[in-house]
């Protein structure tokens, strides 16, 4: 899949929360009622285009190497494929390692994600 197989609108959406997301500390990761975190709004709205795709994300991971799953620099090359599996991979890393998915809000990988999937983006449908 490339990039121009997602919603134009759904990818919008998405995109949207960057700020928010590259602006979190811990104490914004705390889930409350009538509240909802950017970053759990973020993994609703990838399901919901259809971004998170269902493959054996635990042969795929060991194929490639962990550090190649969590290295930041992998995400600046990555096409939409390559994008598609990773944010799976810790989606579904996060169902079993408690705290997978904070540690990379705090350290600025889902910024980074966020900005190479704007670029793709940018690349389809300009700025």
Excluded at 38 to 62: C, G, M, R, S
Excluded at 88 to 100: A, K, Y
């Amino acid at each position: 899949m490339t990039i121009n197989d997602f919603p134009k609108e759904g990818l919008q959406r998405v995109l949207a929360l960057a700020g928010s997301i590259s602006a979190m500390t811990t104490d914004d990761l705390r889930i409350f009622a009538g509240h909802i975190p950017p970053h759990i709004q973020l993994i609703t709205l990838l399901d919901e285009i259809k971004f998170l795709e269902v493959f054996d994300y635990n042969i795929w991971a060991k194929e490639v190497g962990w550090d190649y799953v969590m290295s930041p620099a992998t995400l600046d090359n990555s096409d939409t494929e390559t994008l598609r599996k990773l944010m799976t991979t810790h989606v579904r890393t996060n169902r079993f390692v408690e705290g997978h998915w904070d540690q990379l809000l705090l350290t600025g990988y889902i910024s980074r994600f966020l900005a190479r999937l704007q670029e793709l983006y940018n690349e389809v449908y300009g700025q």
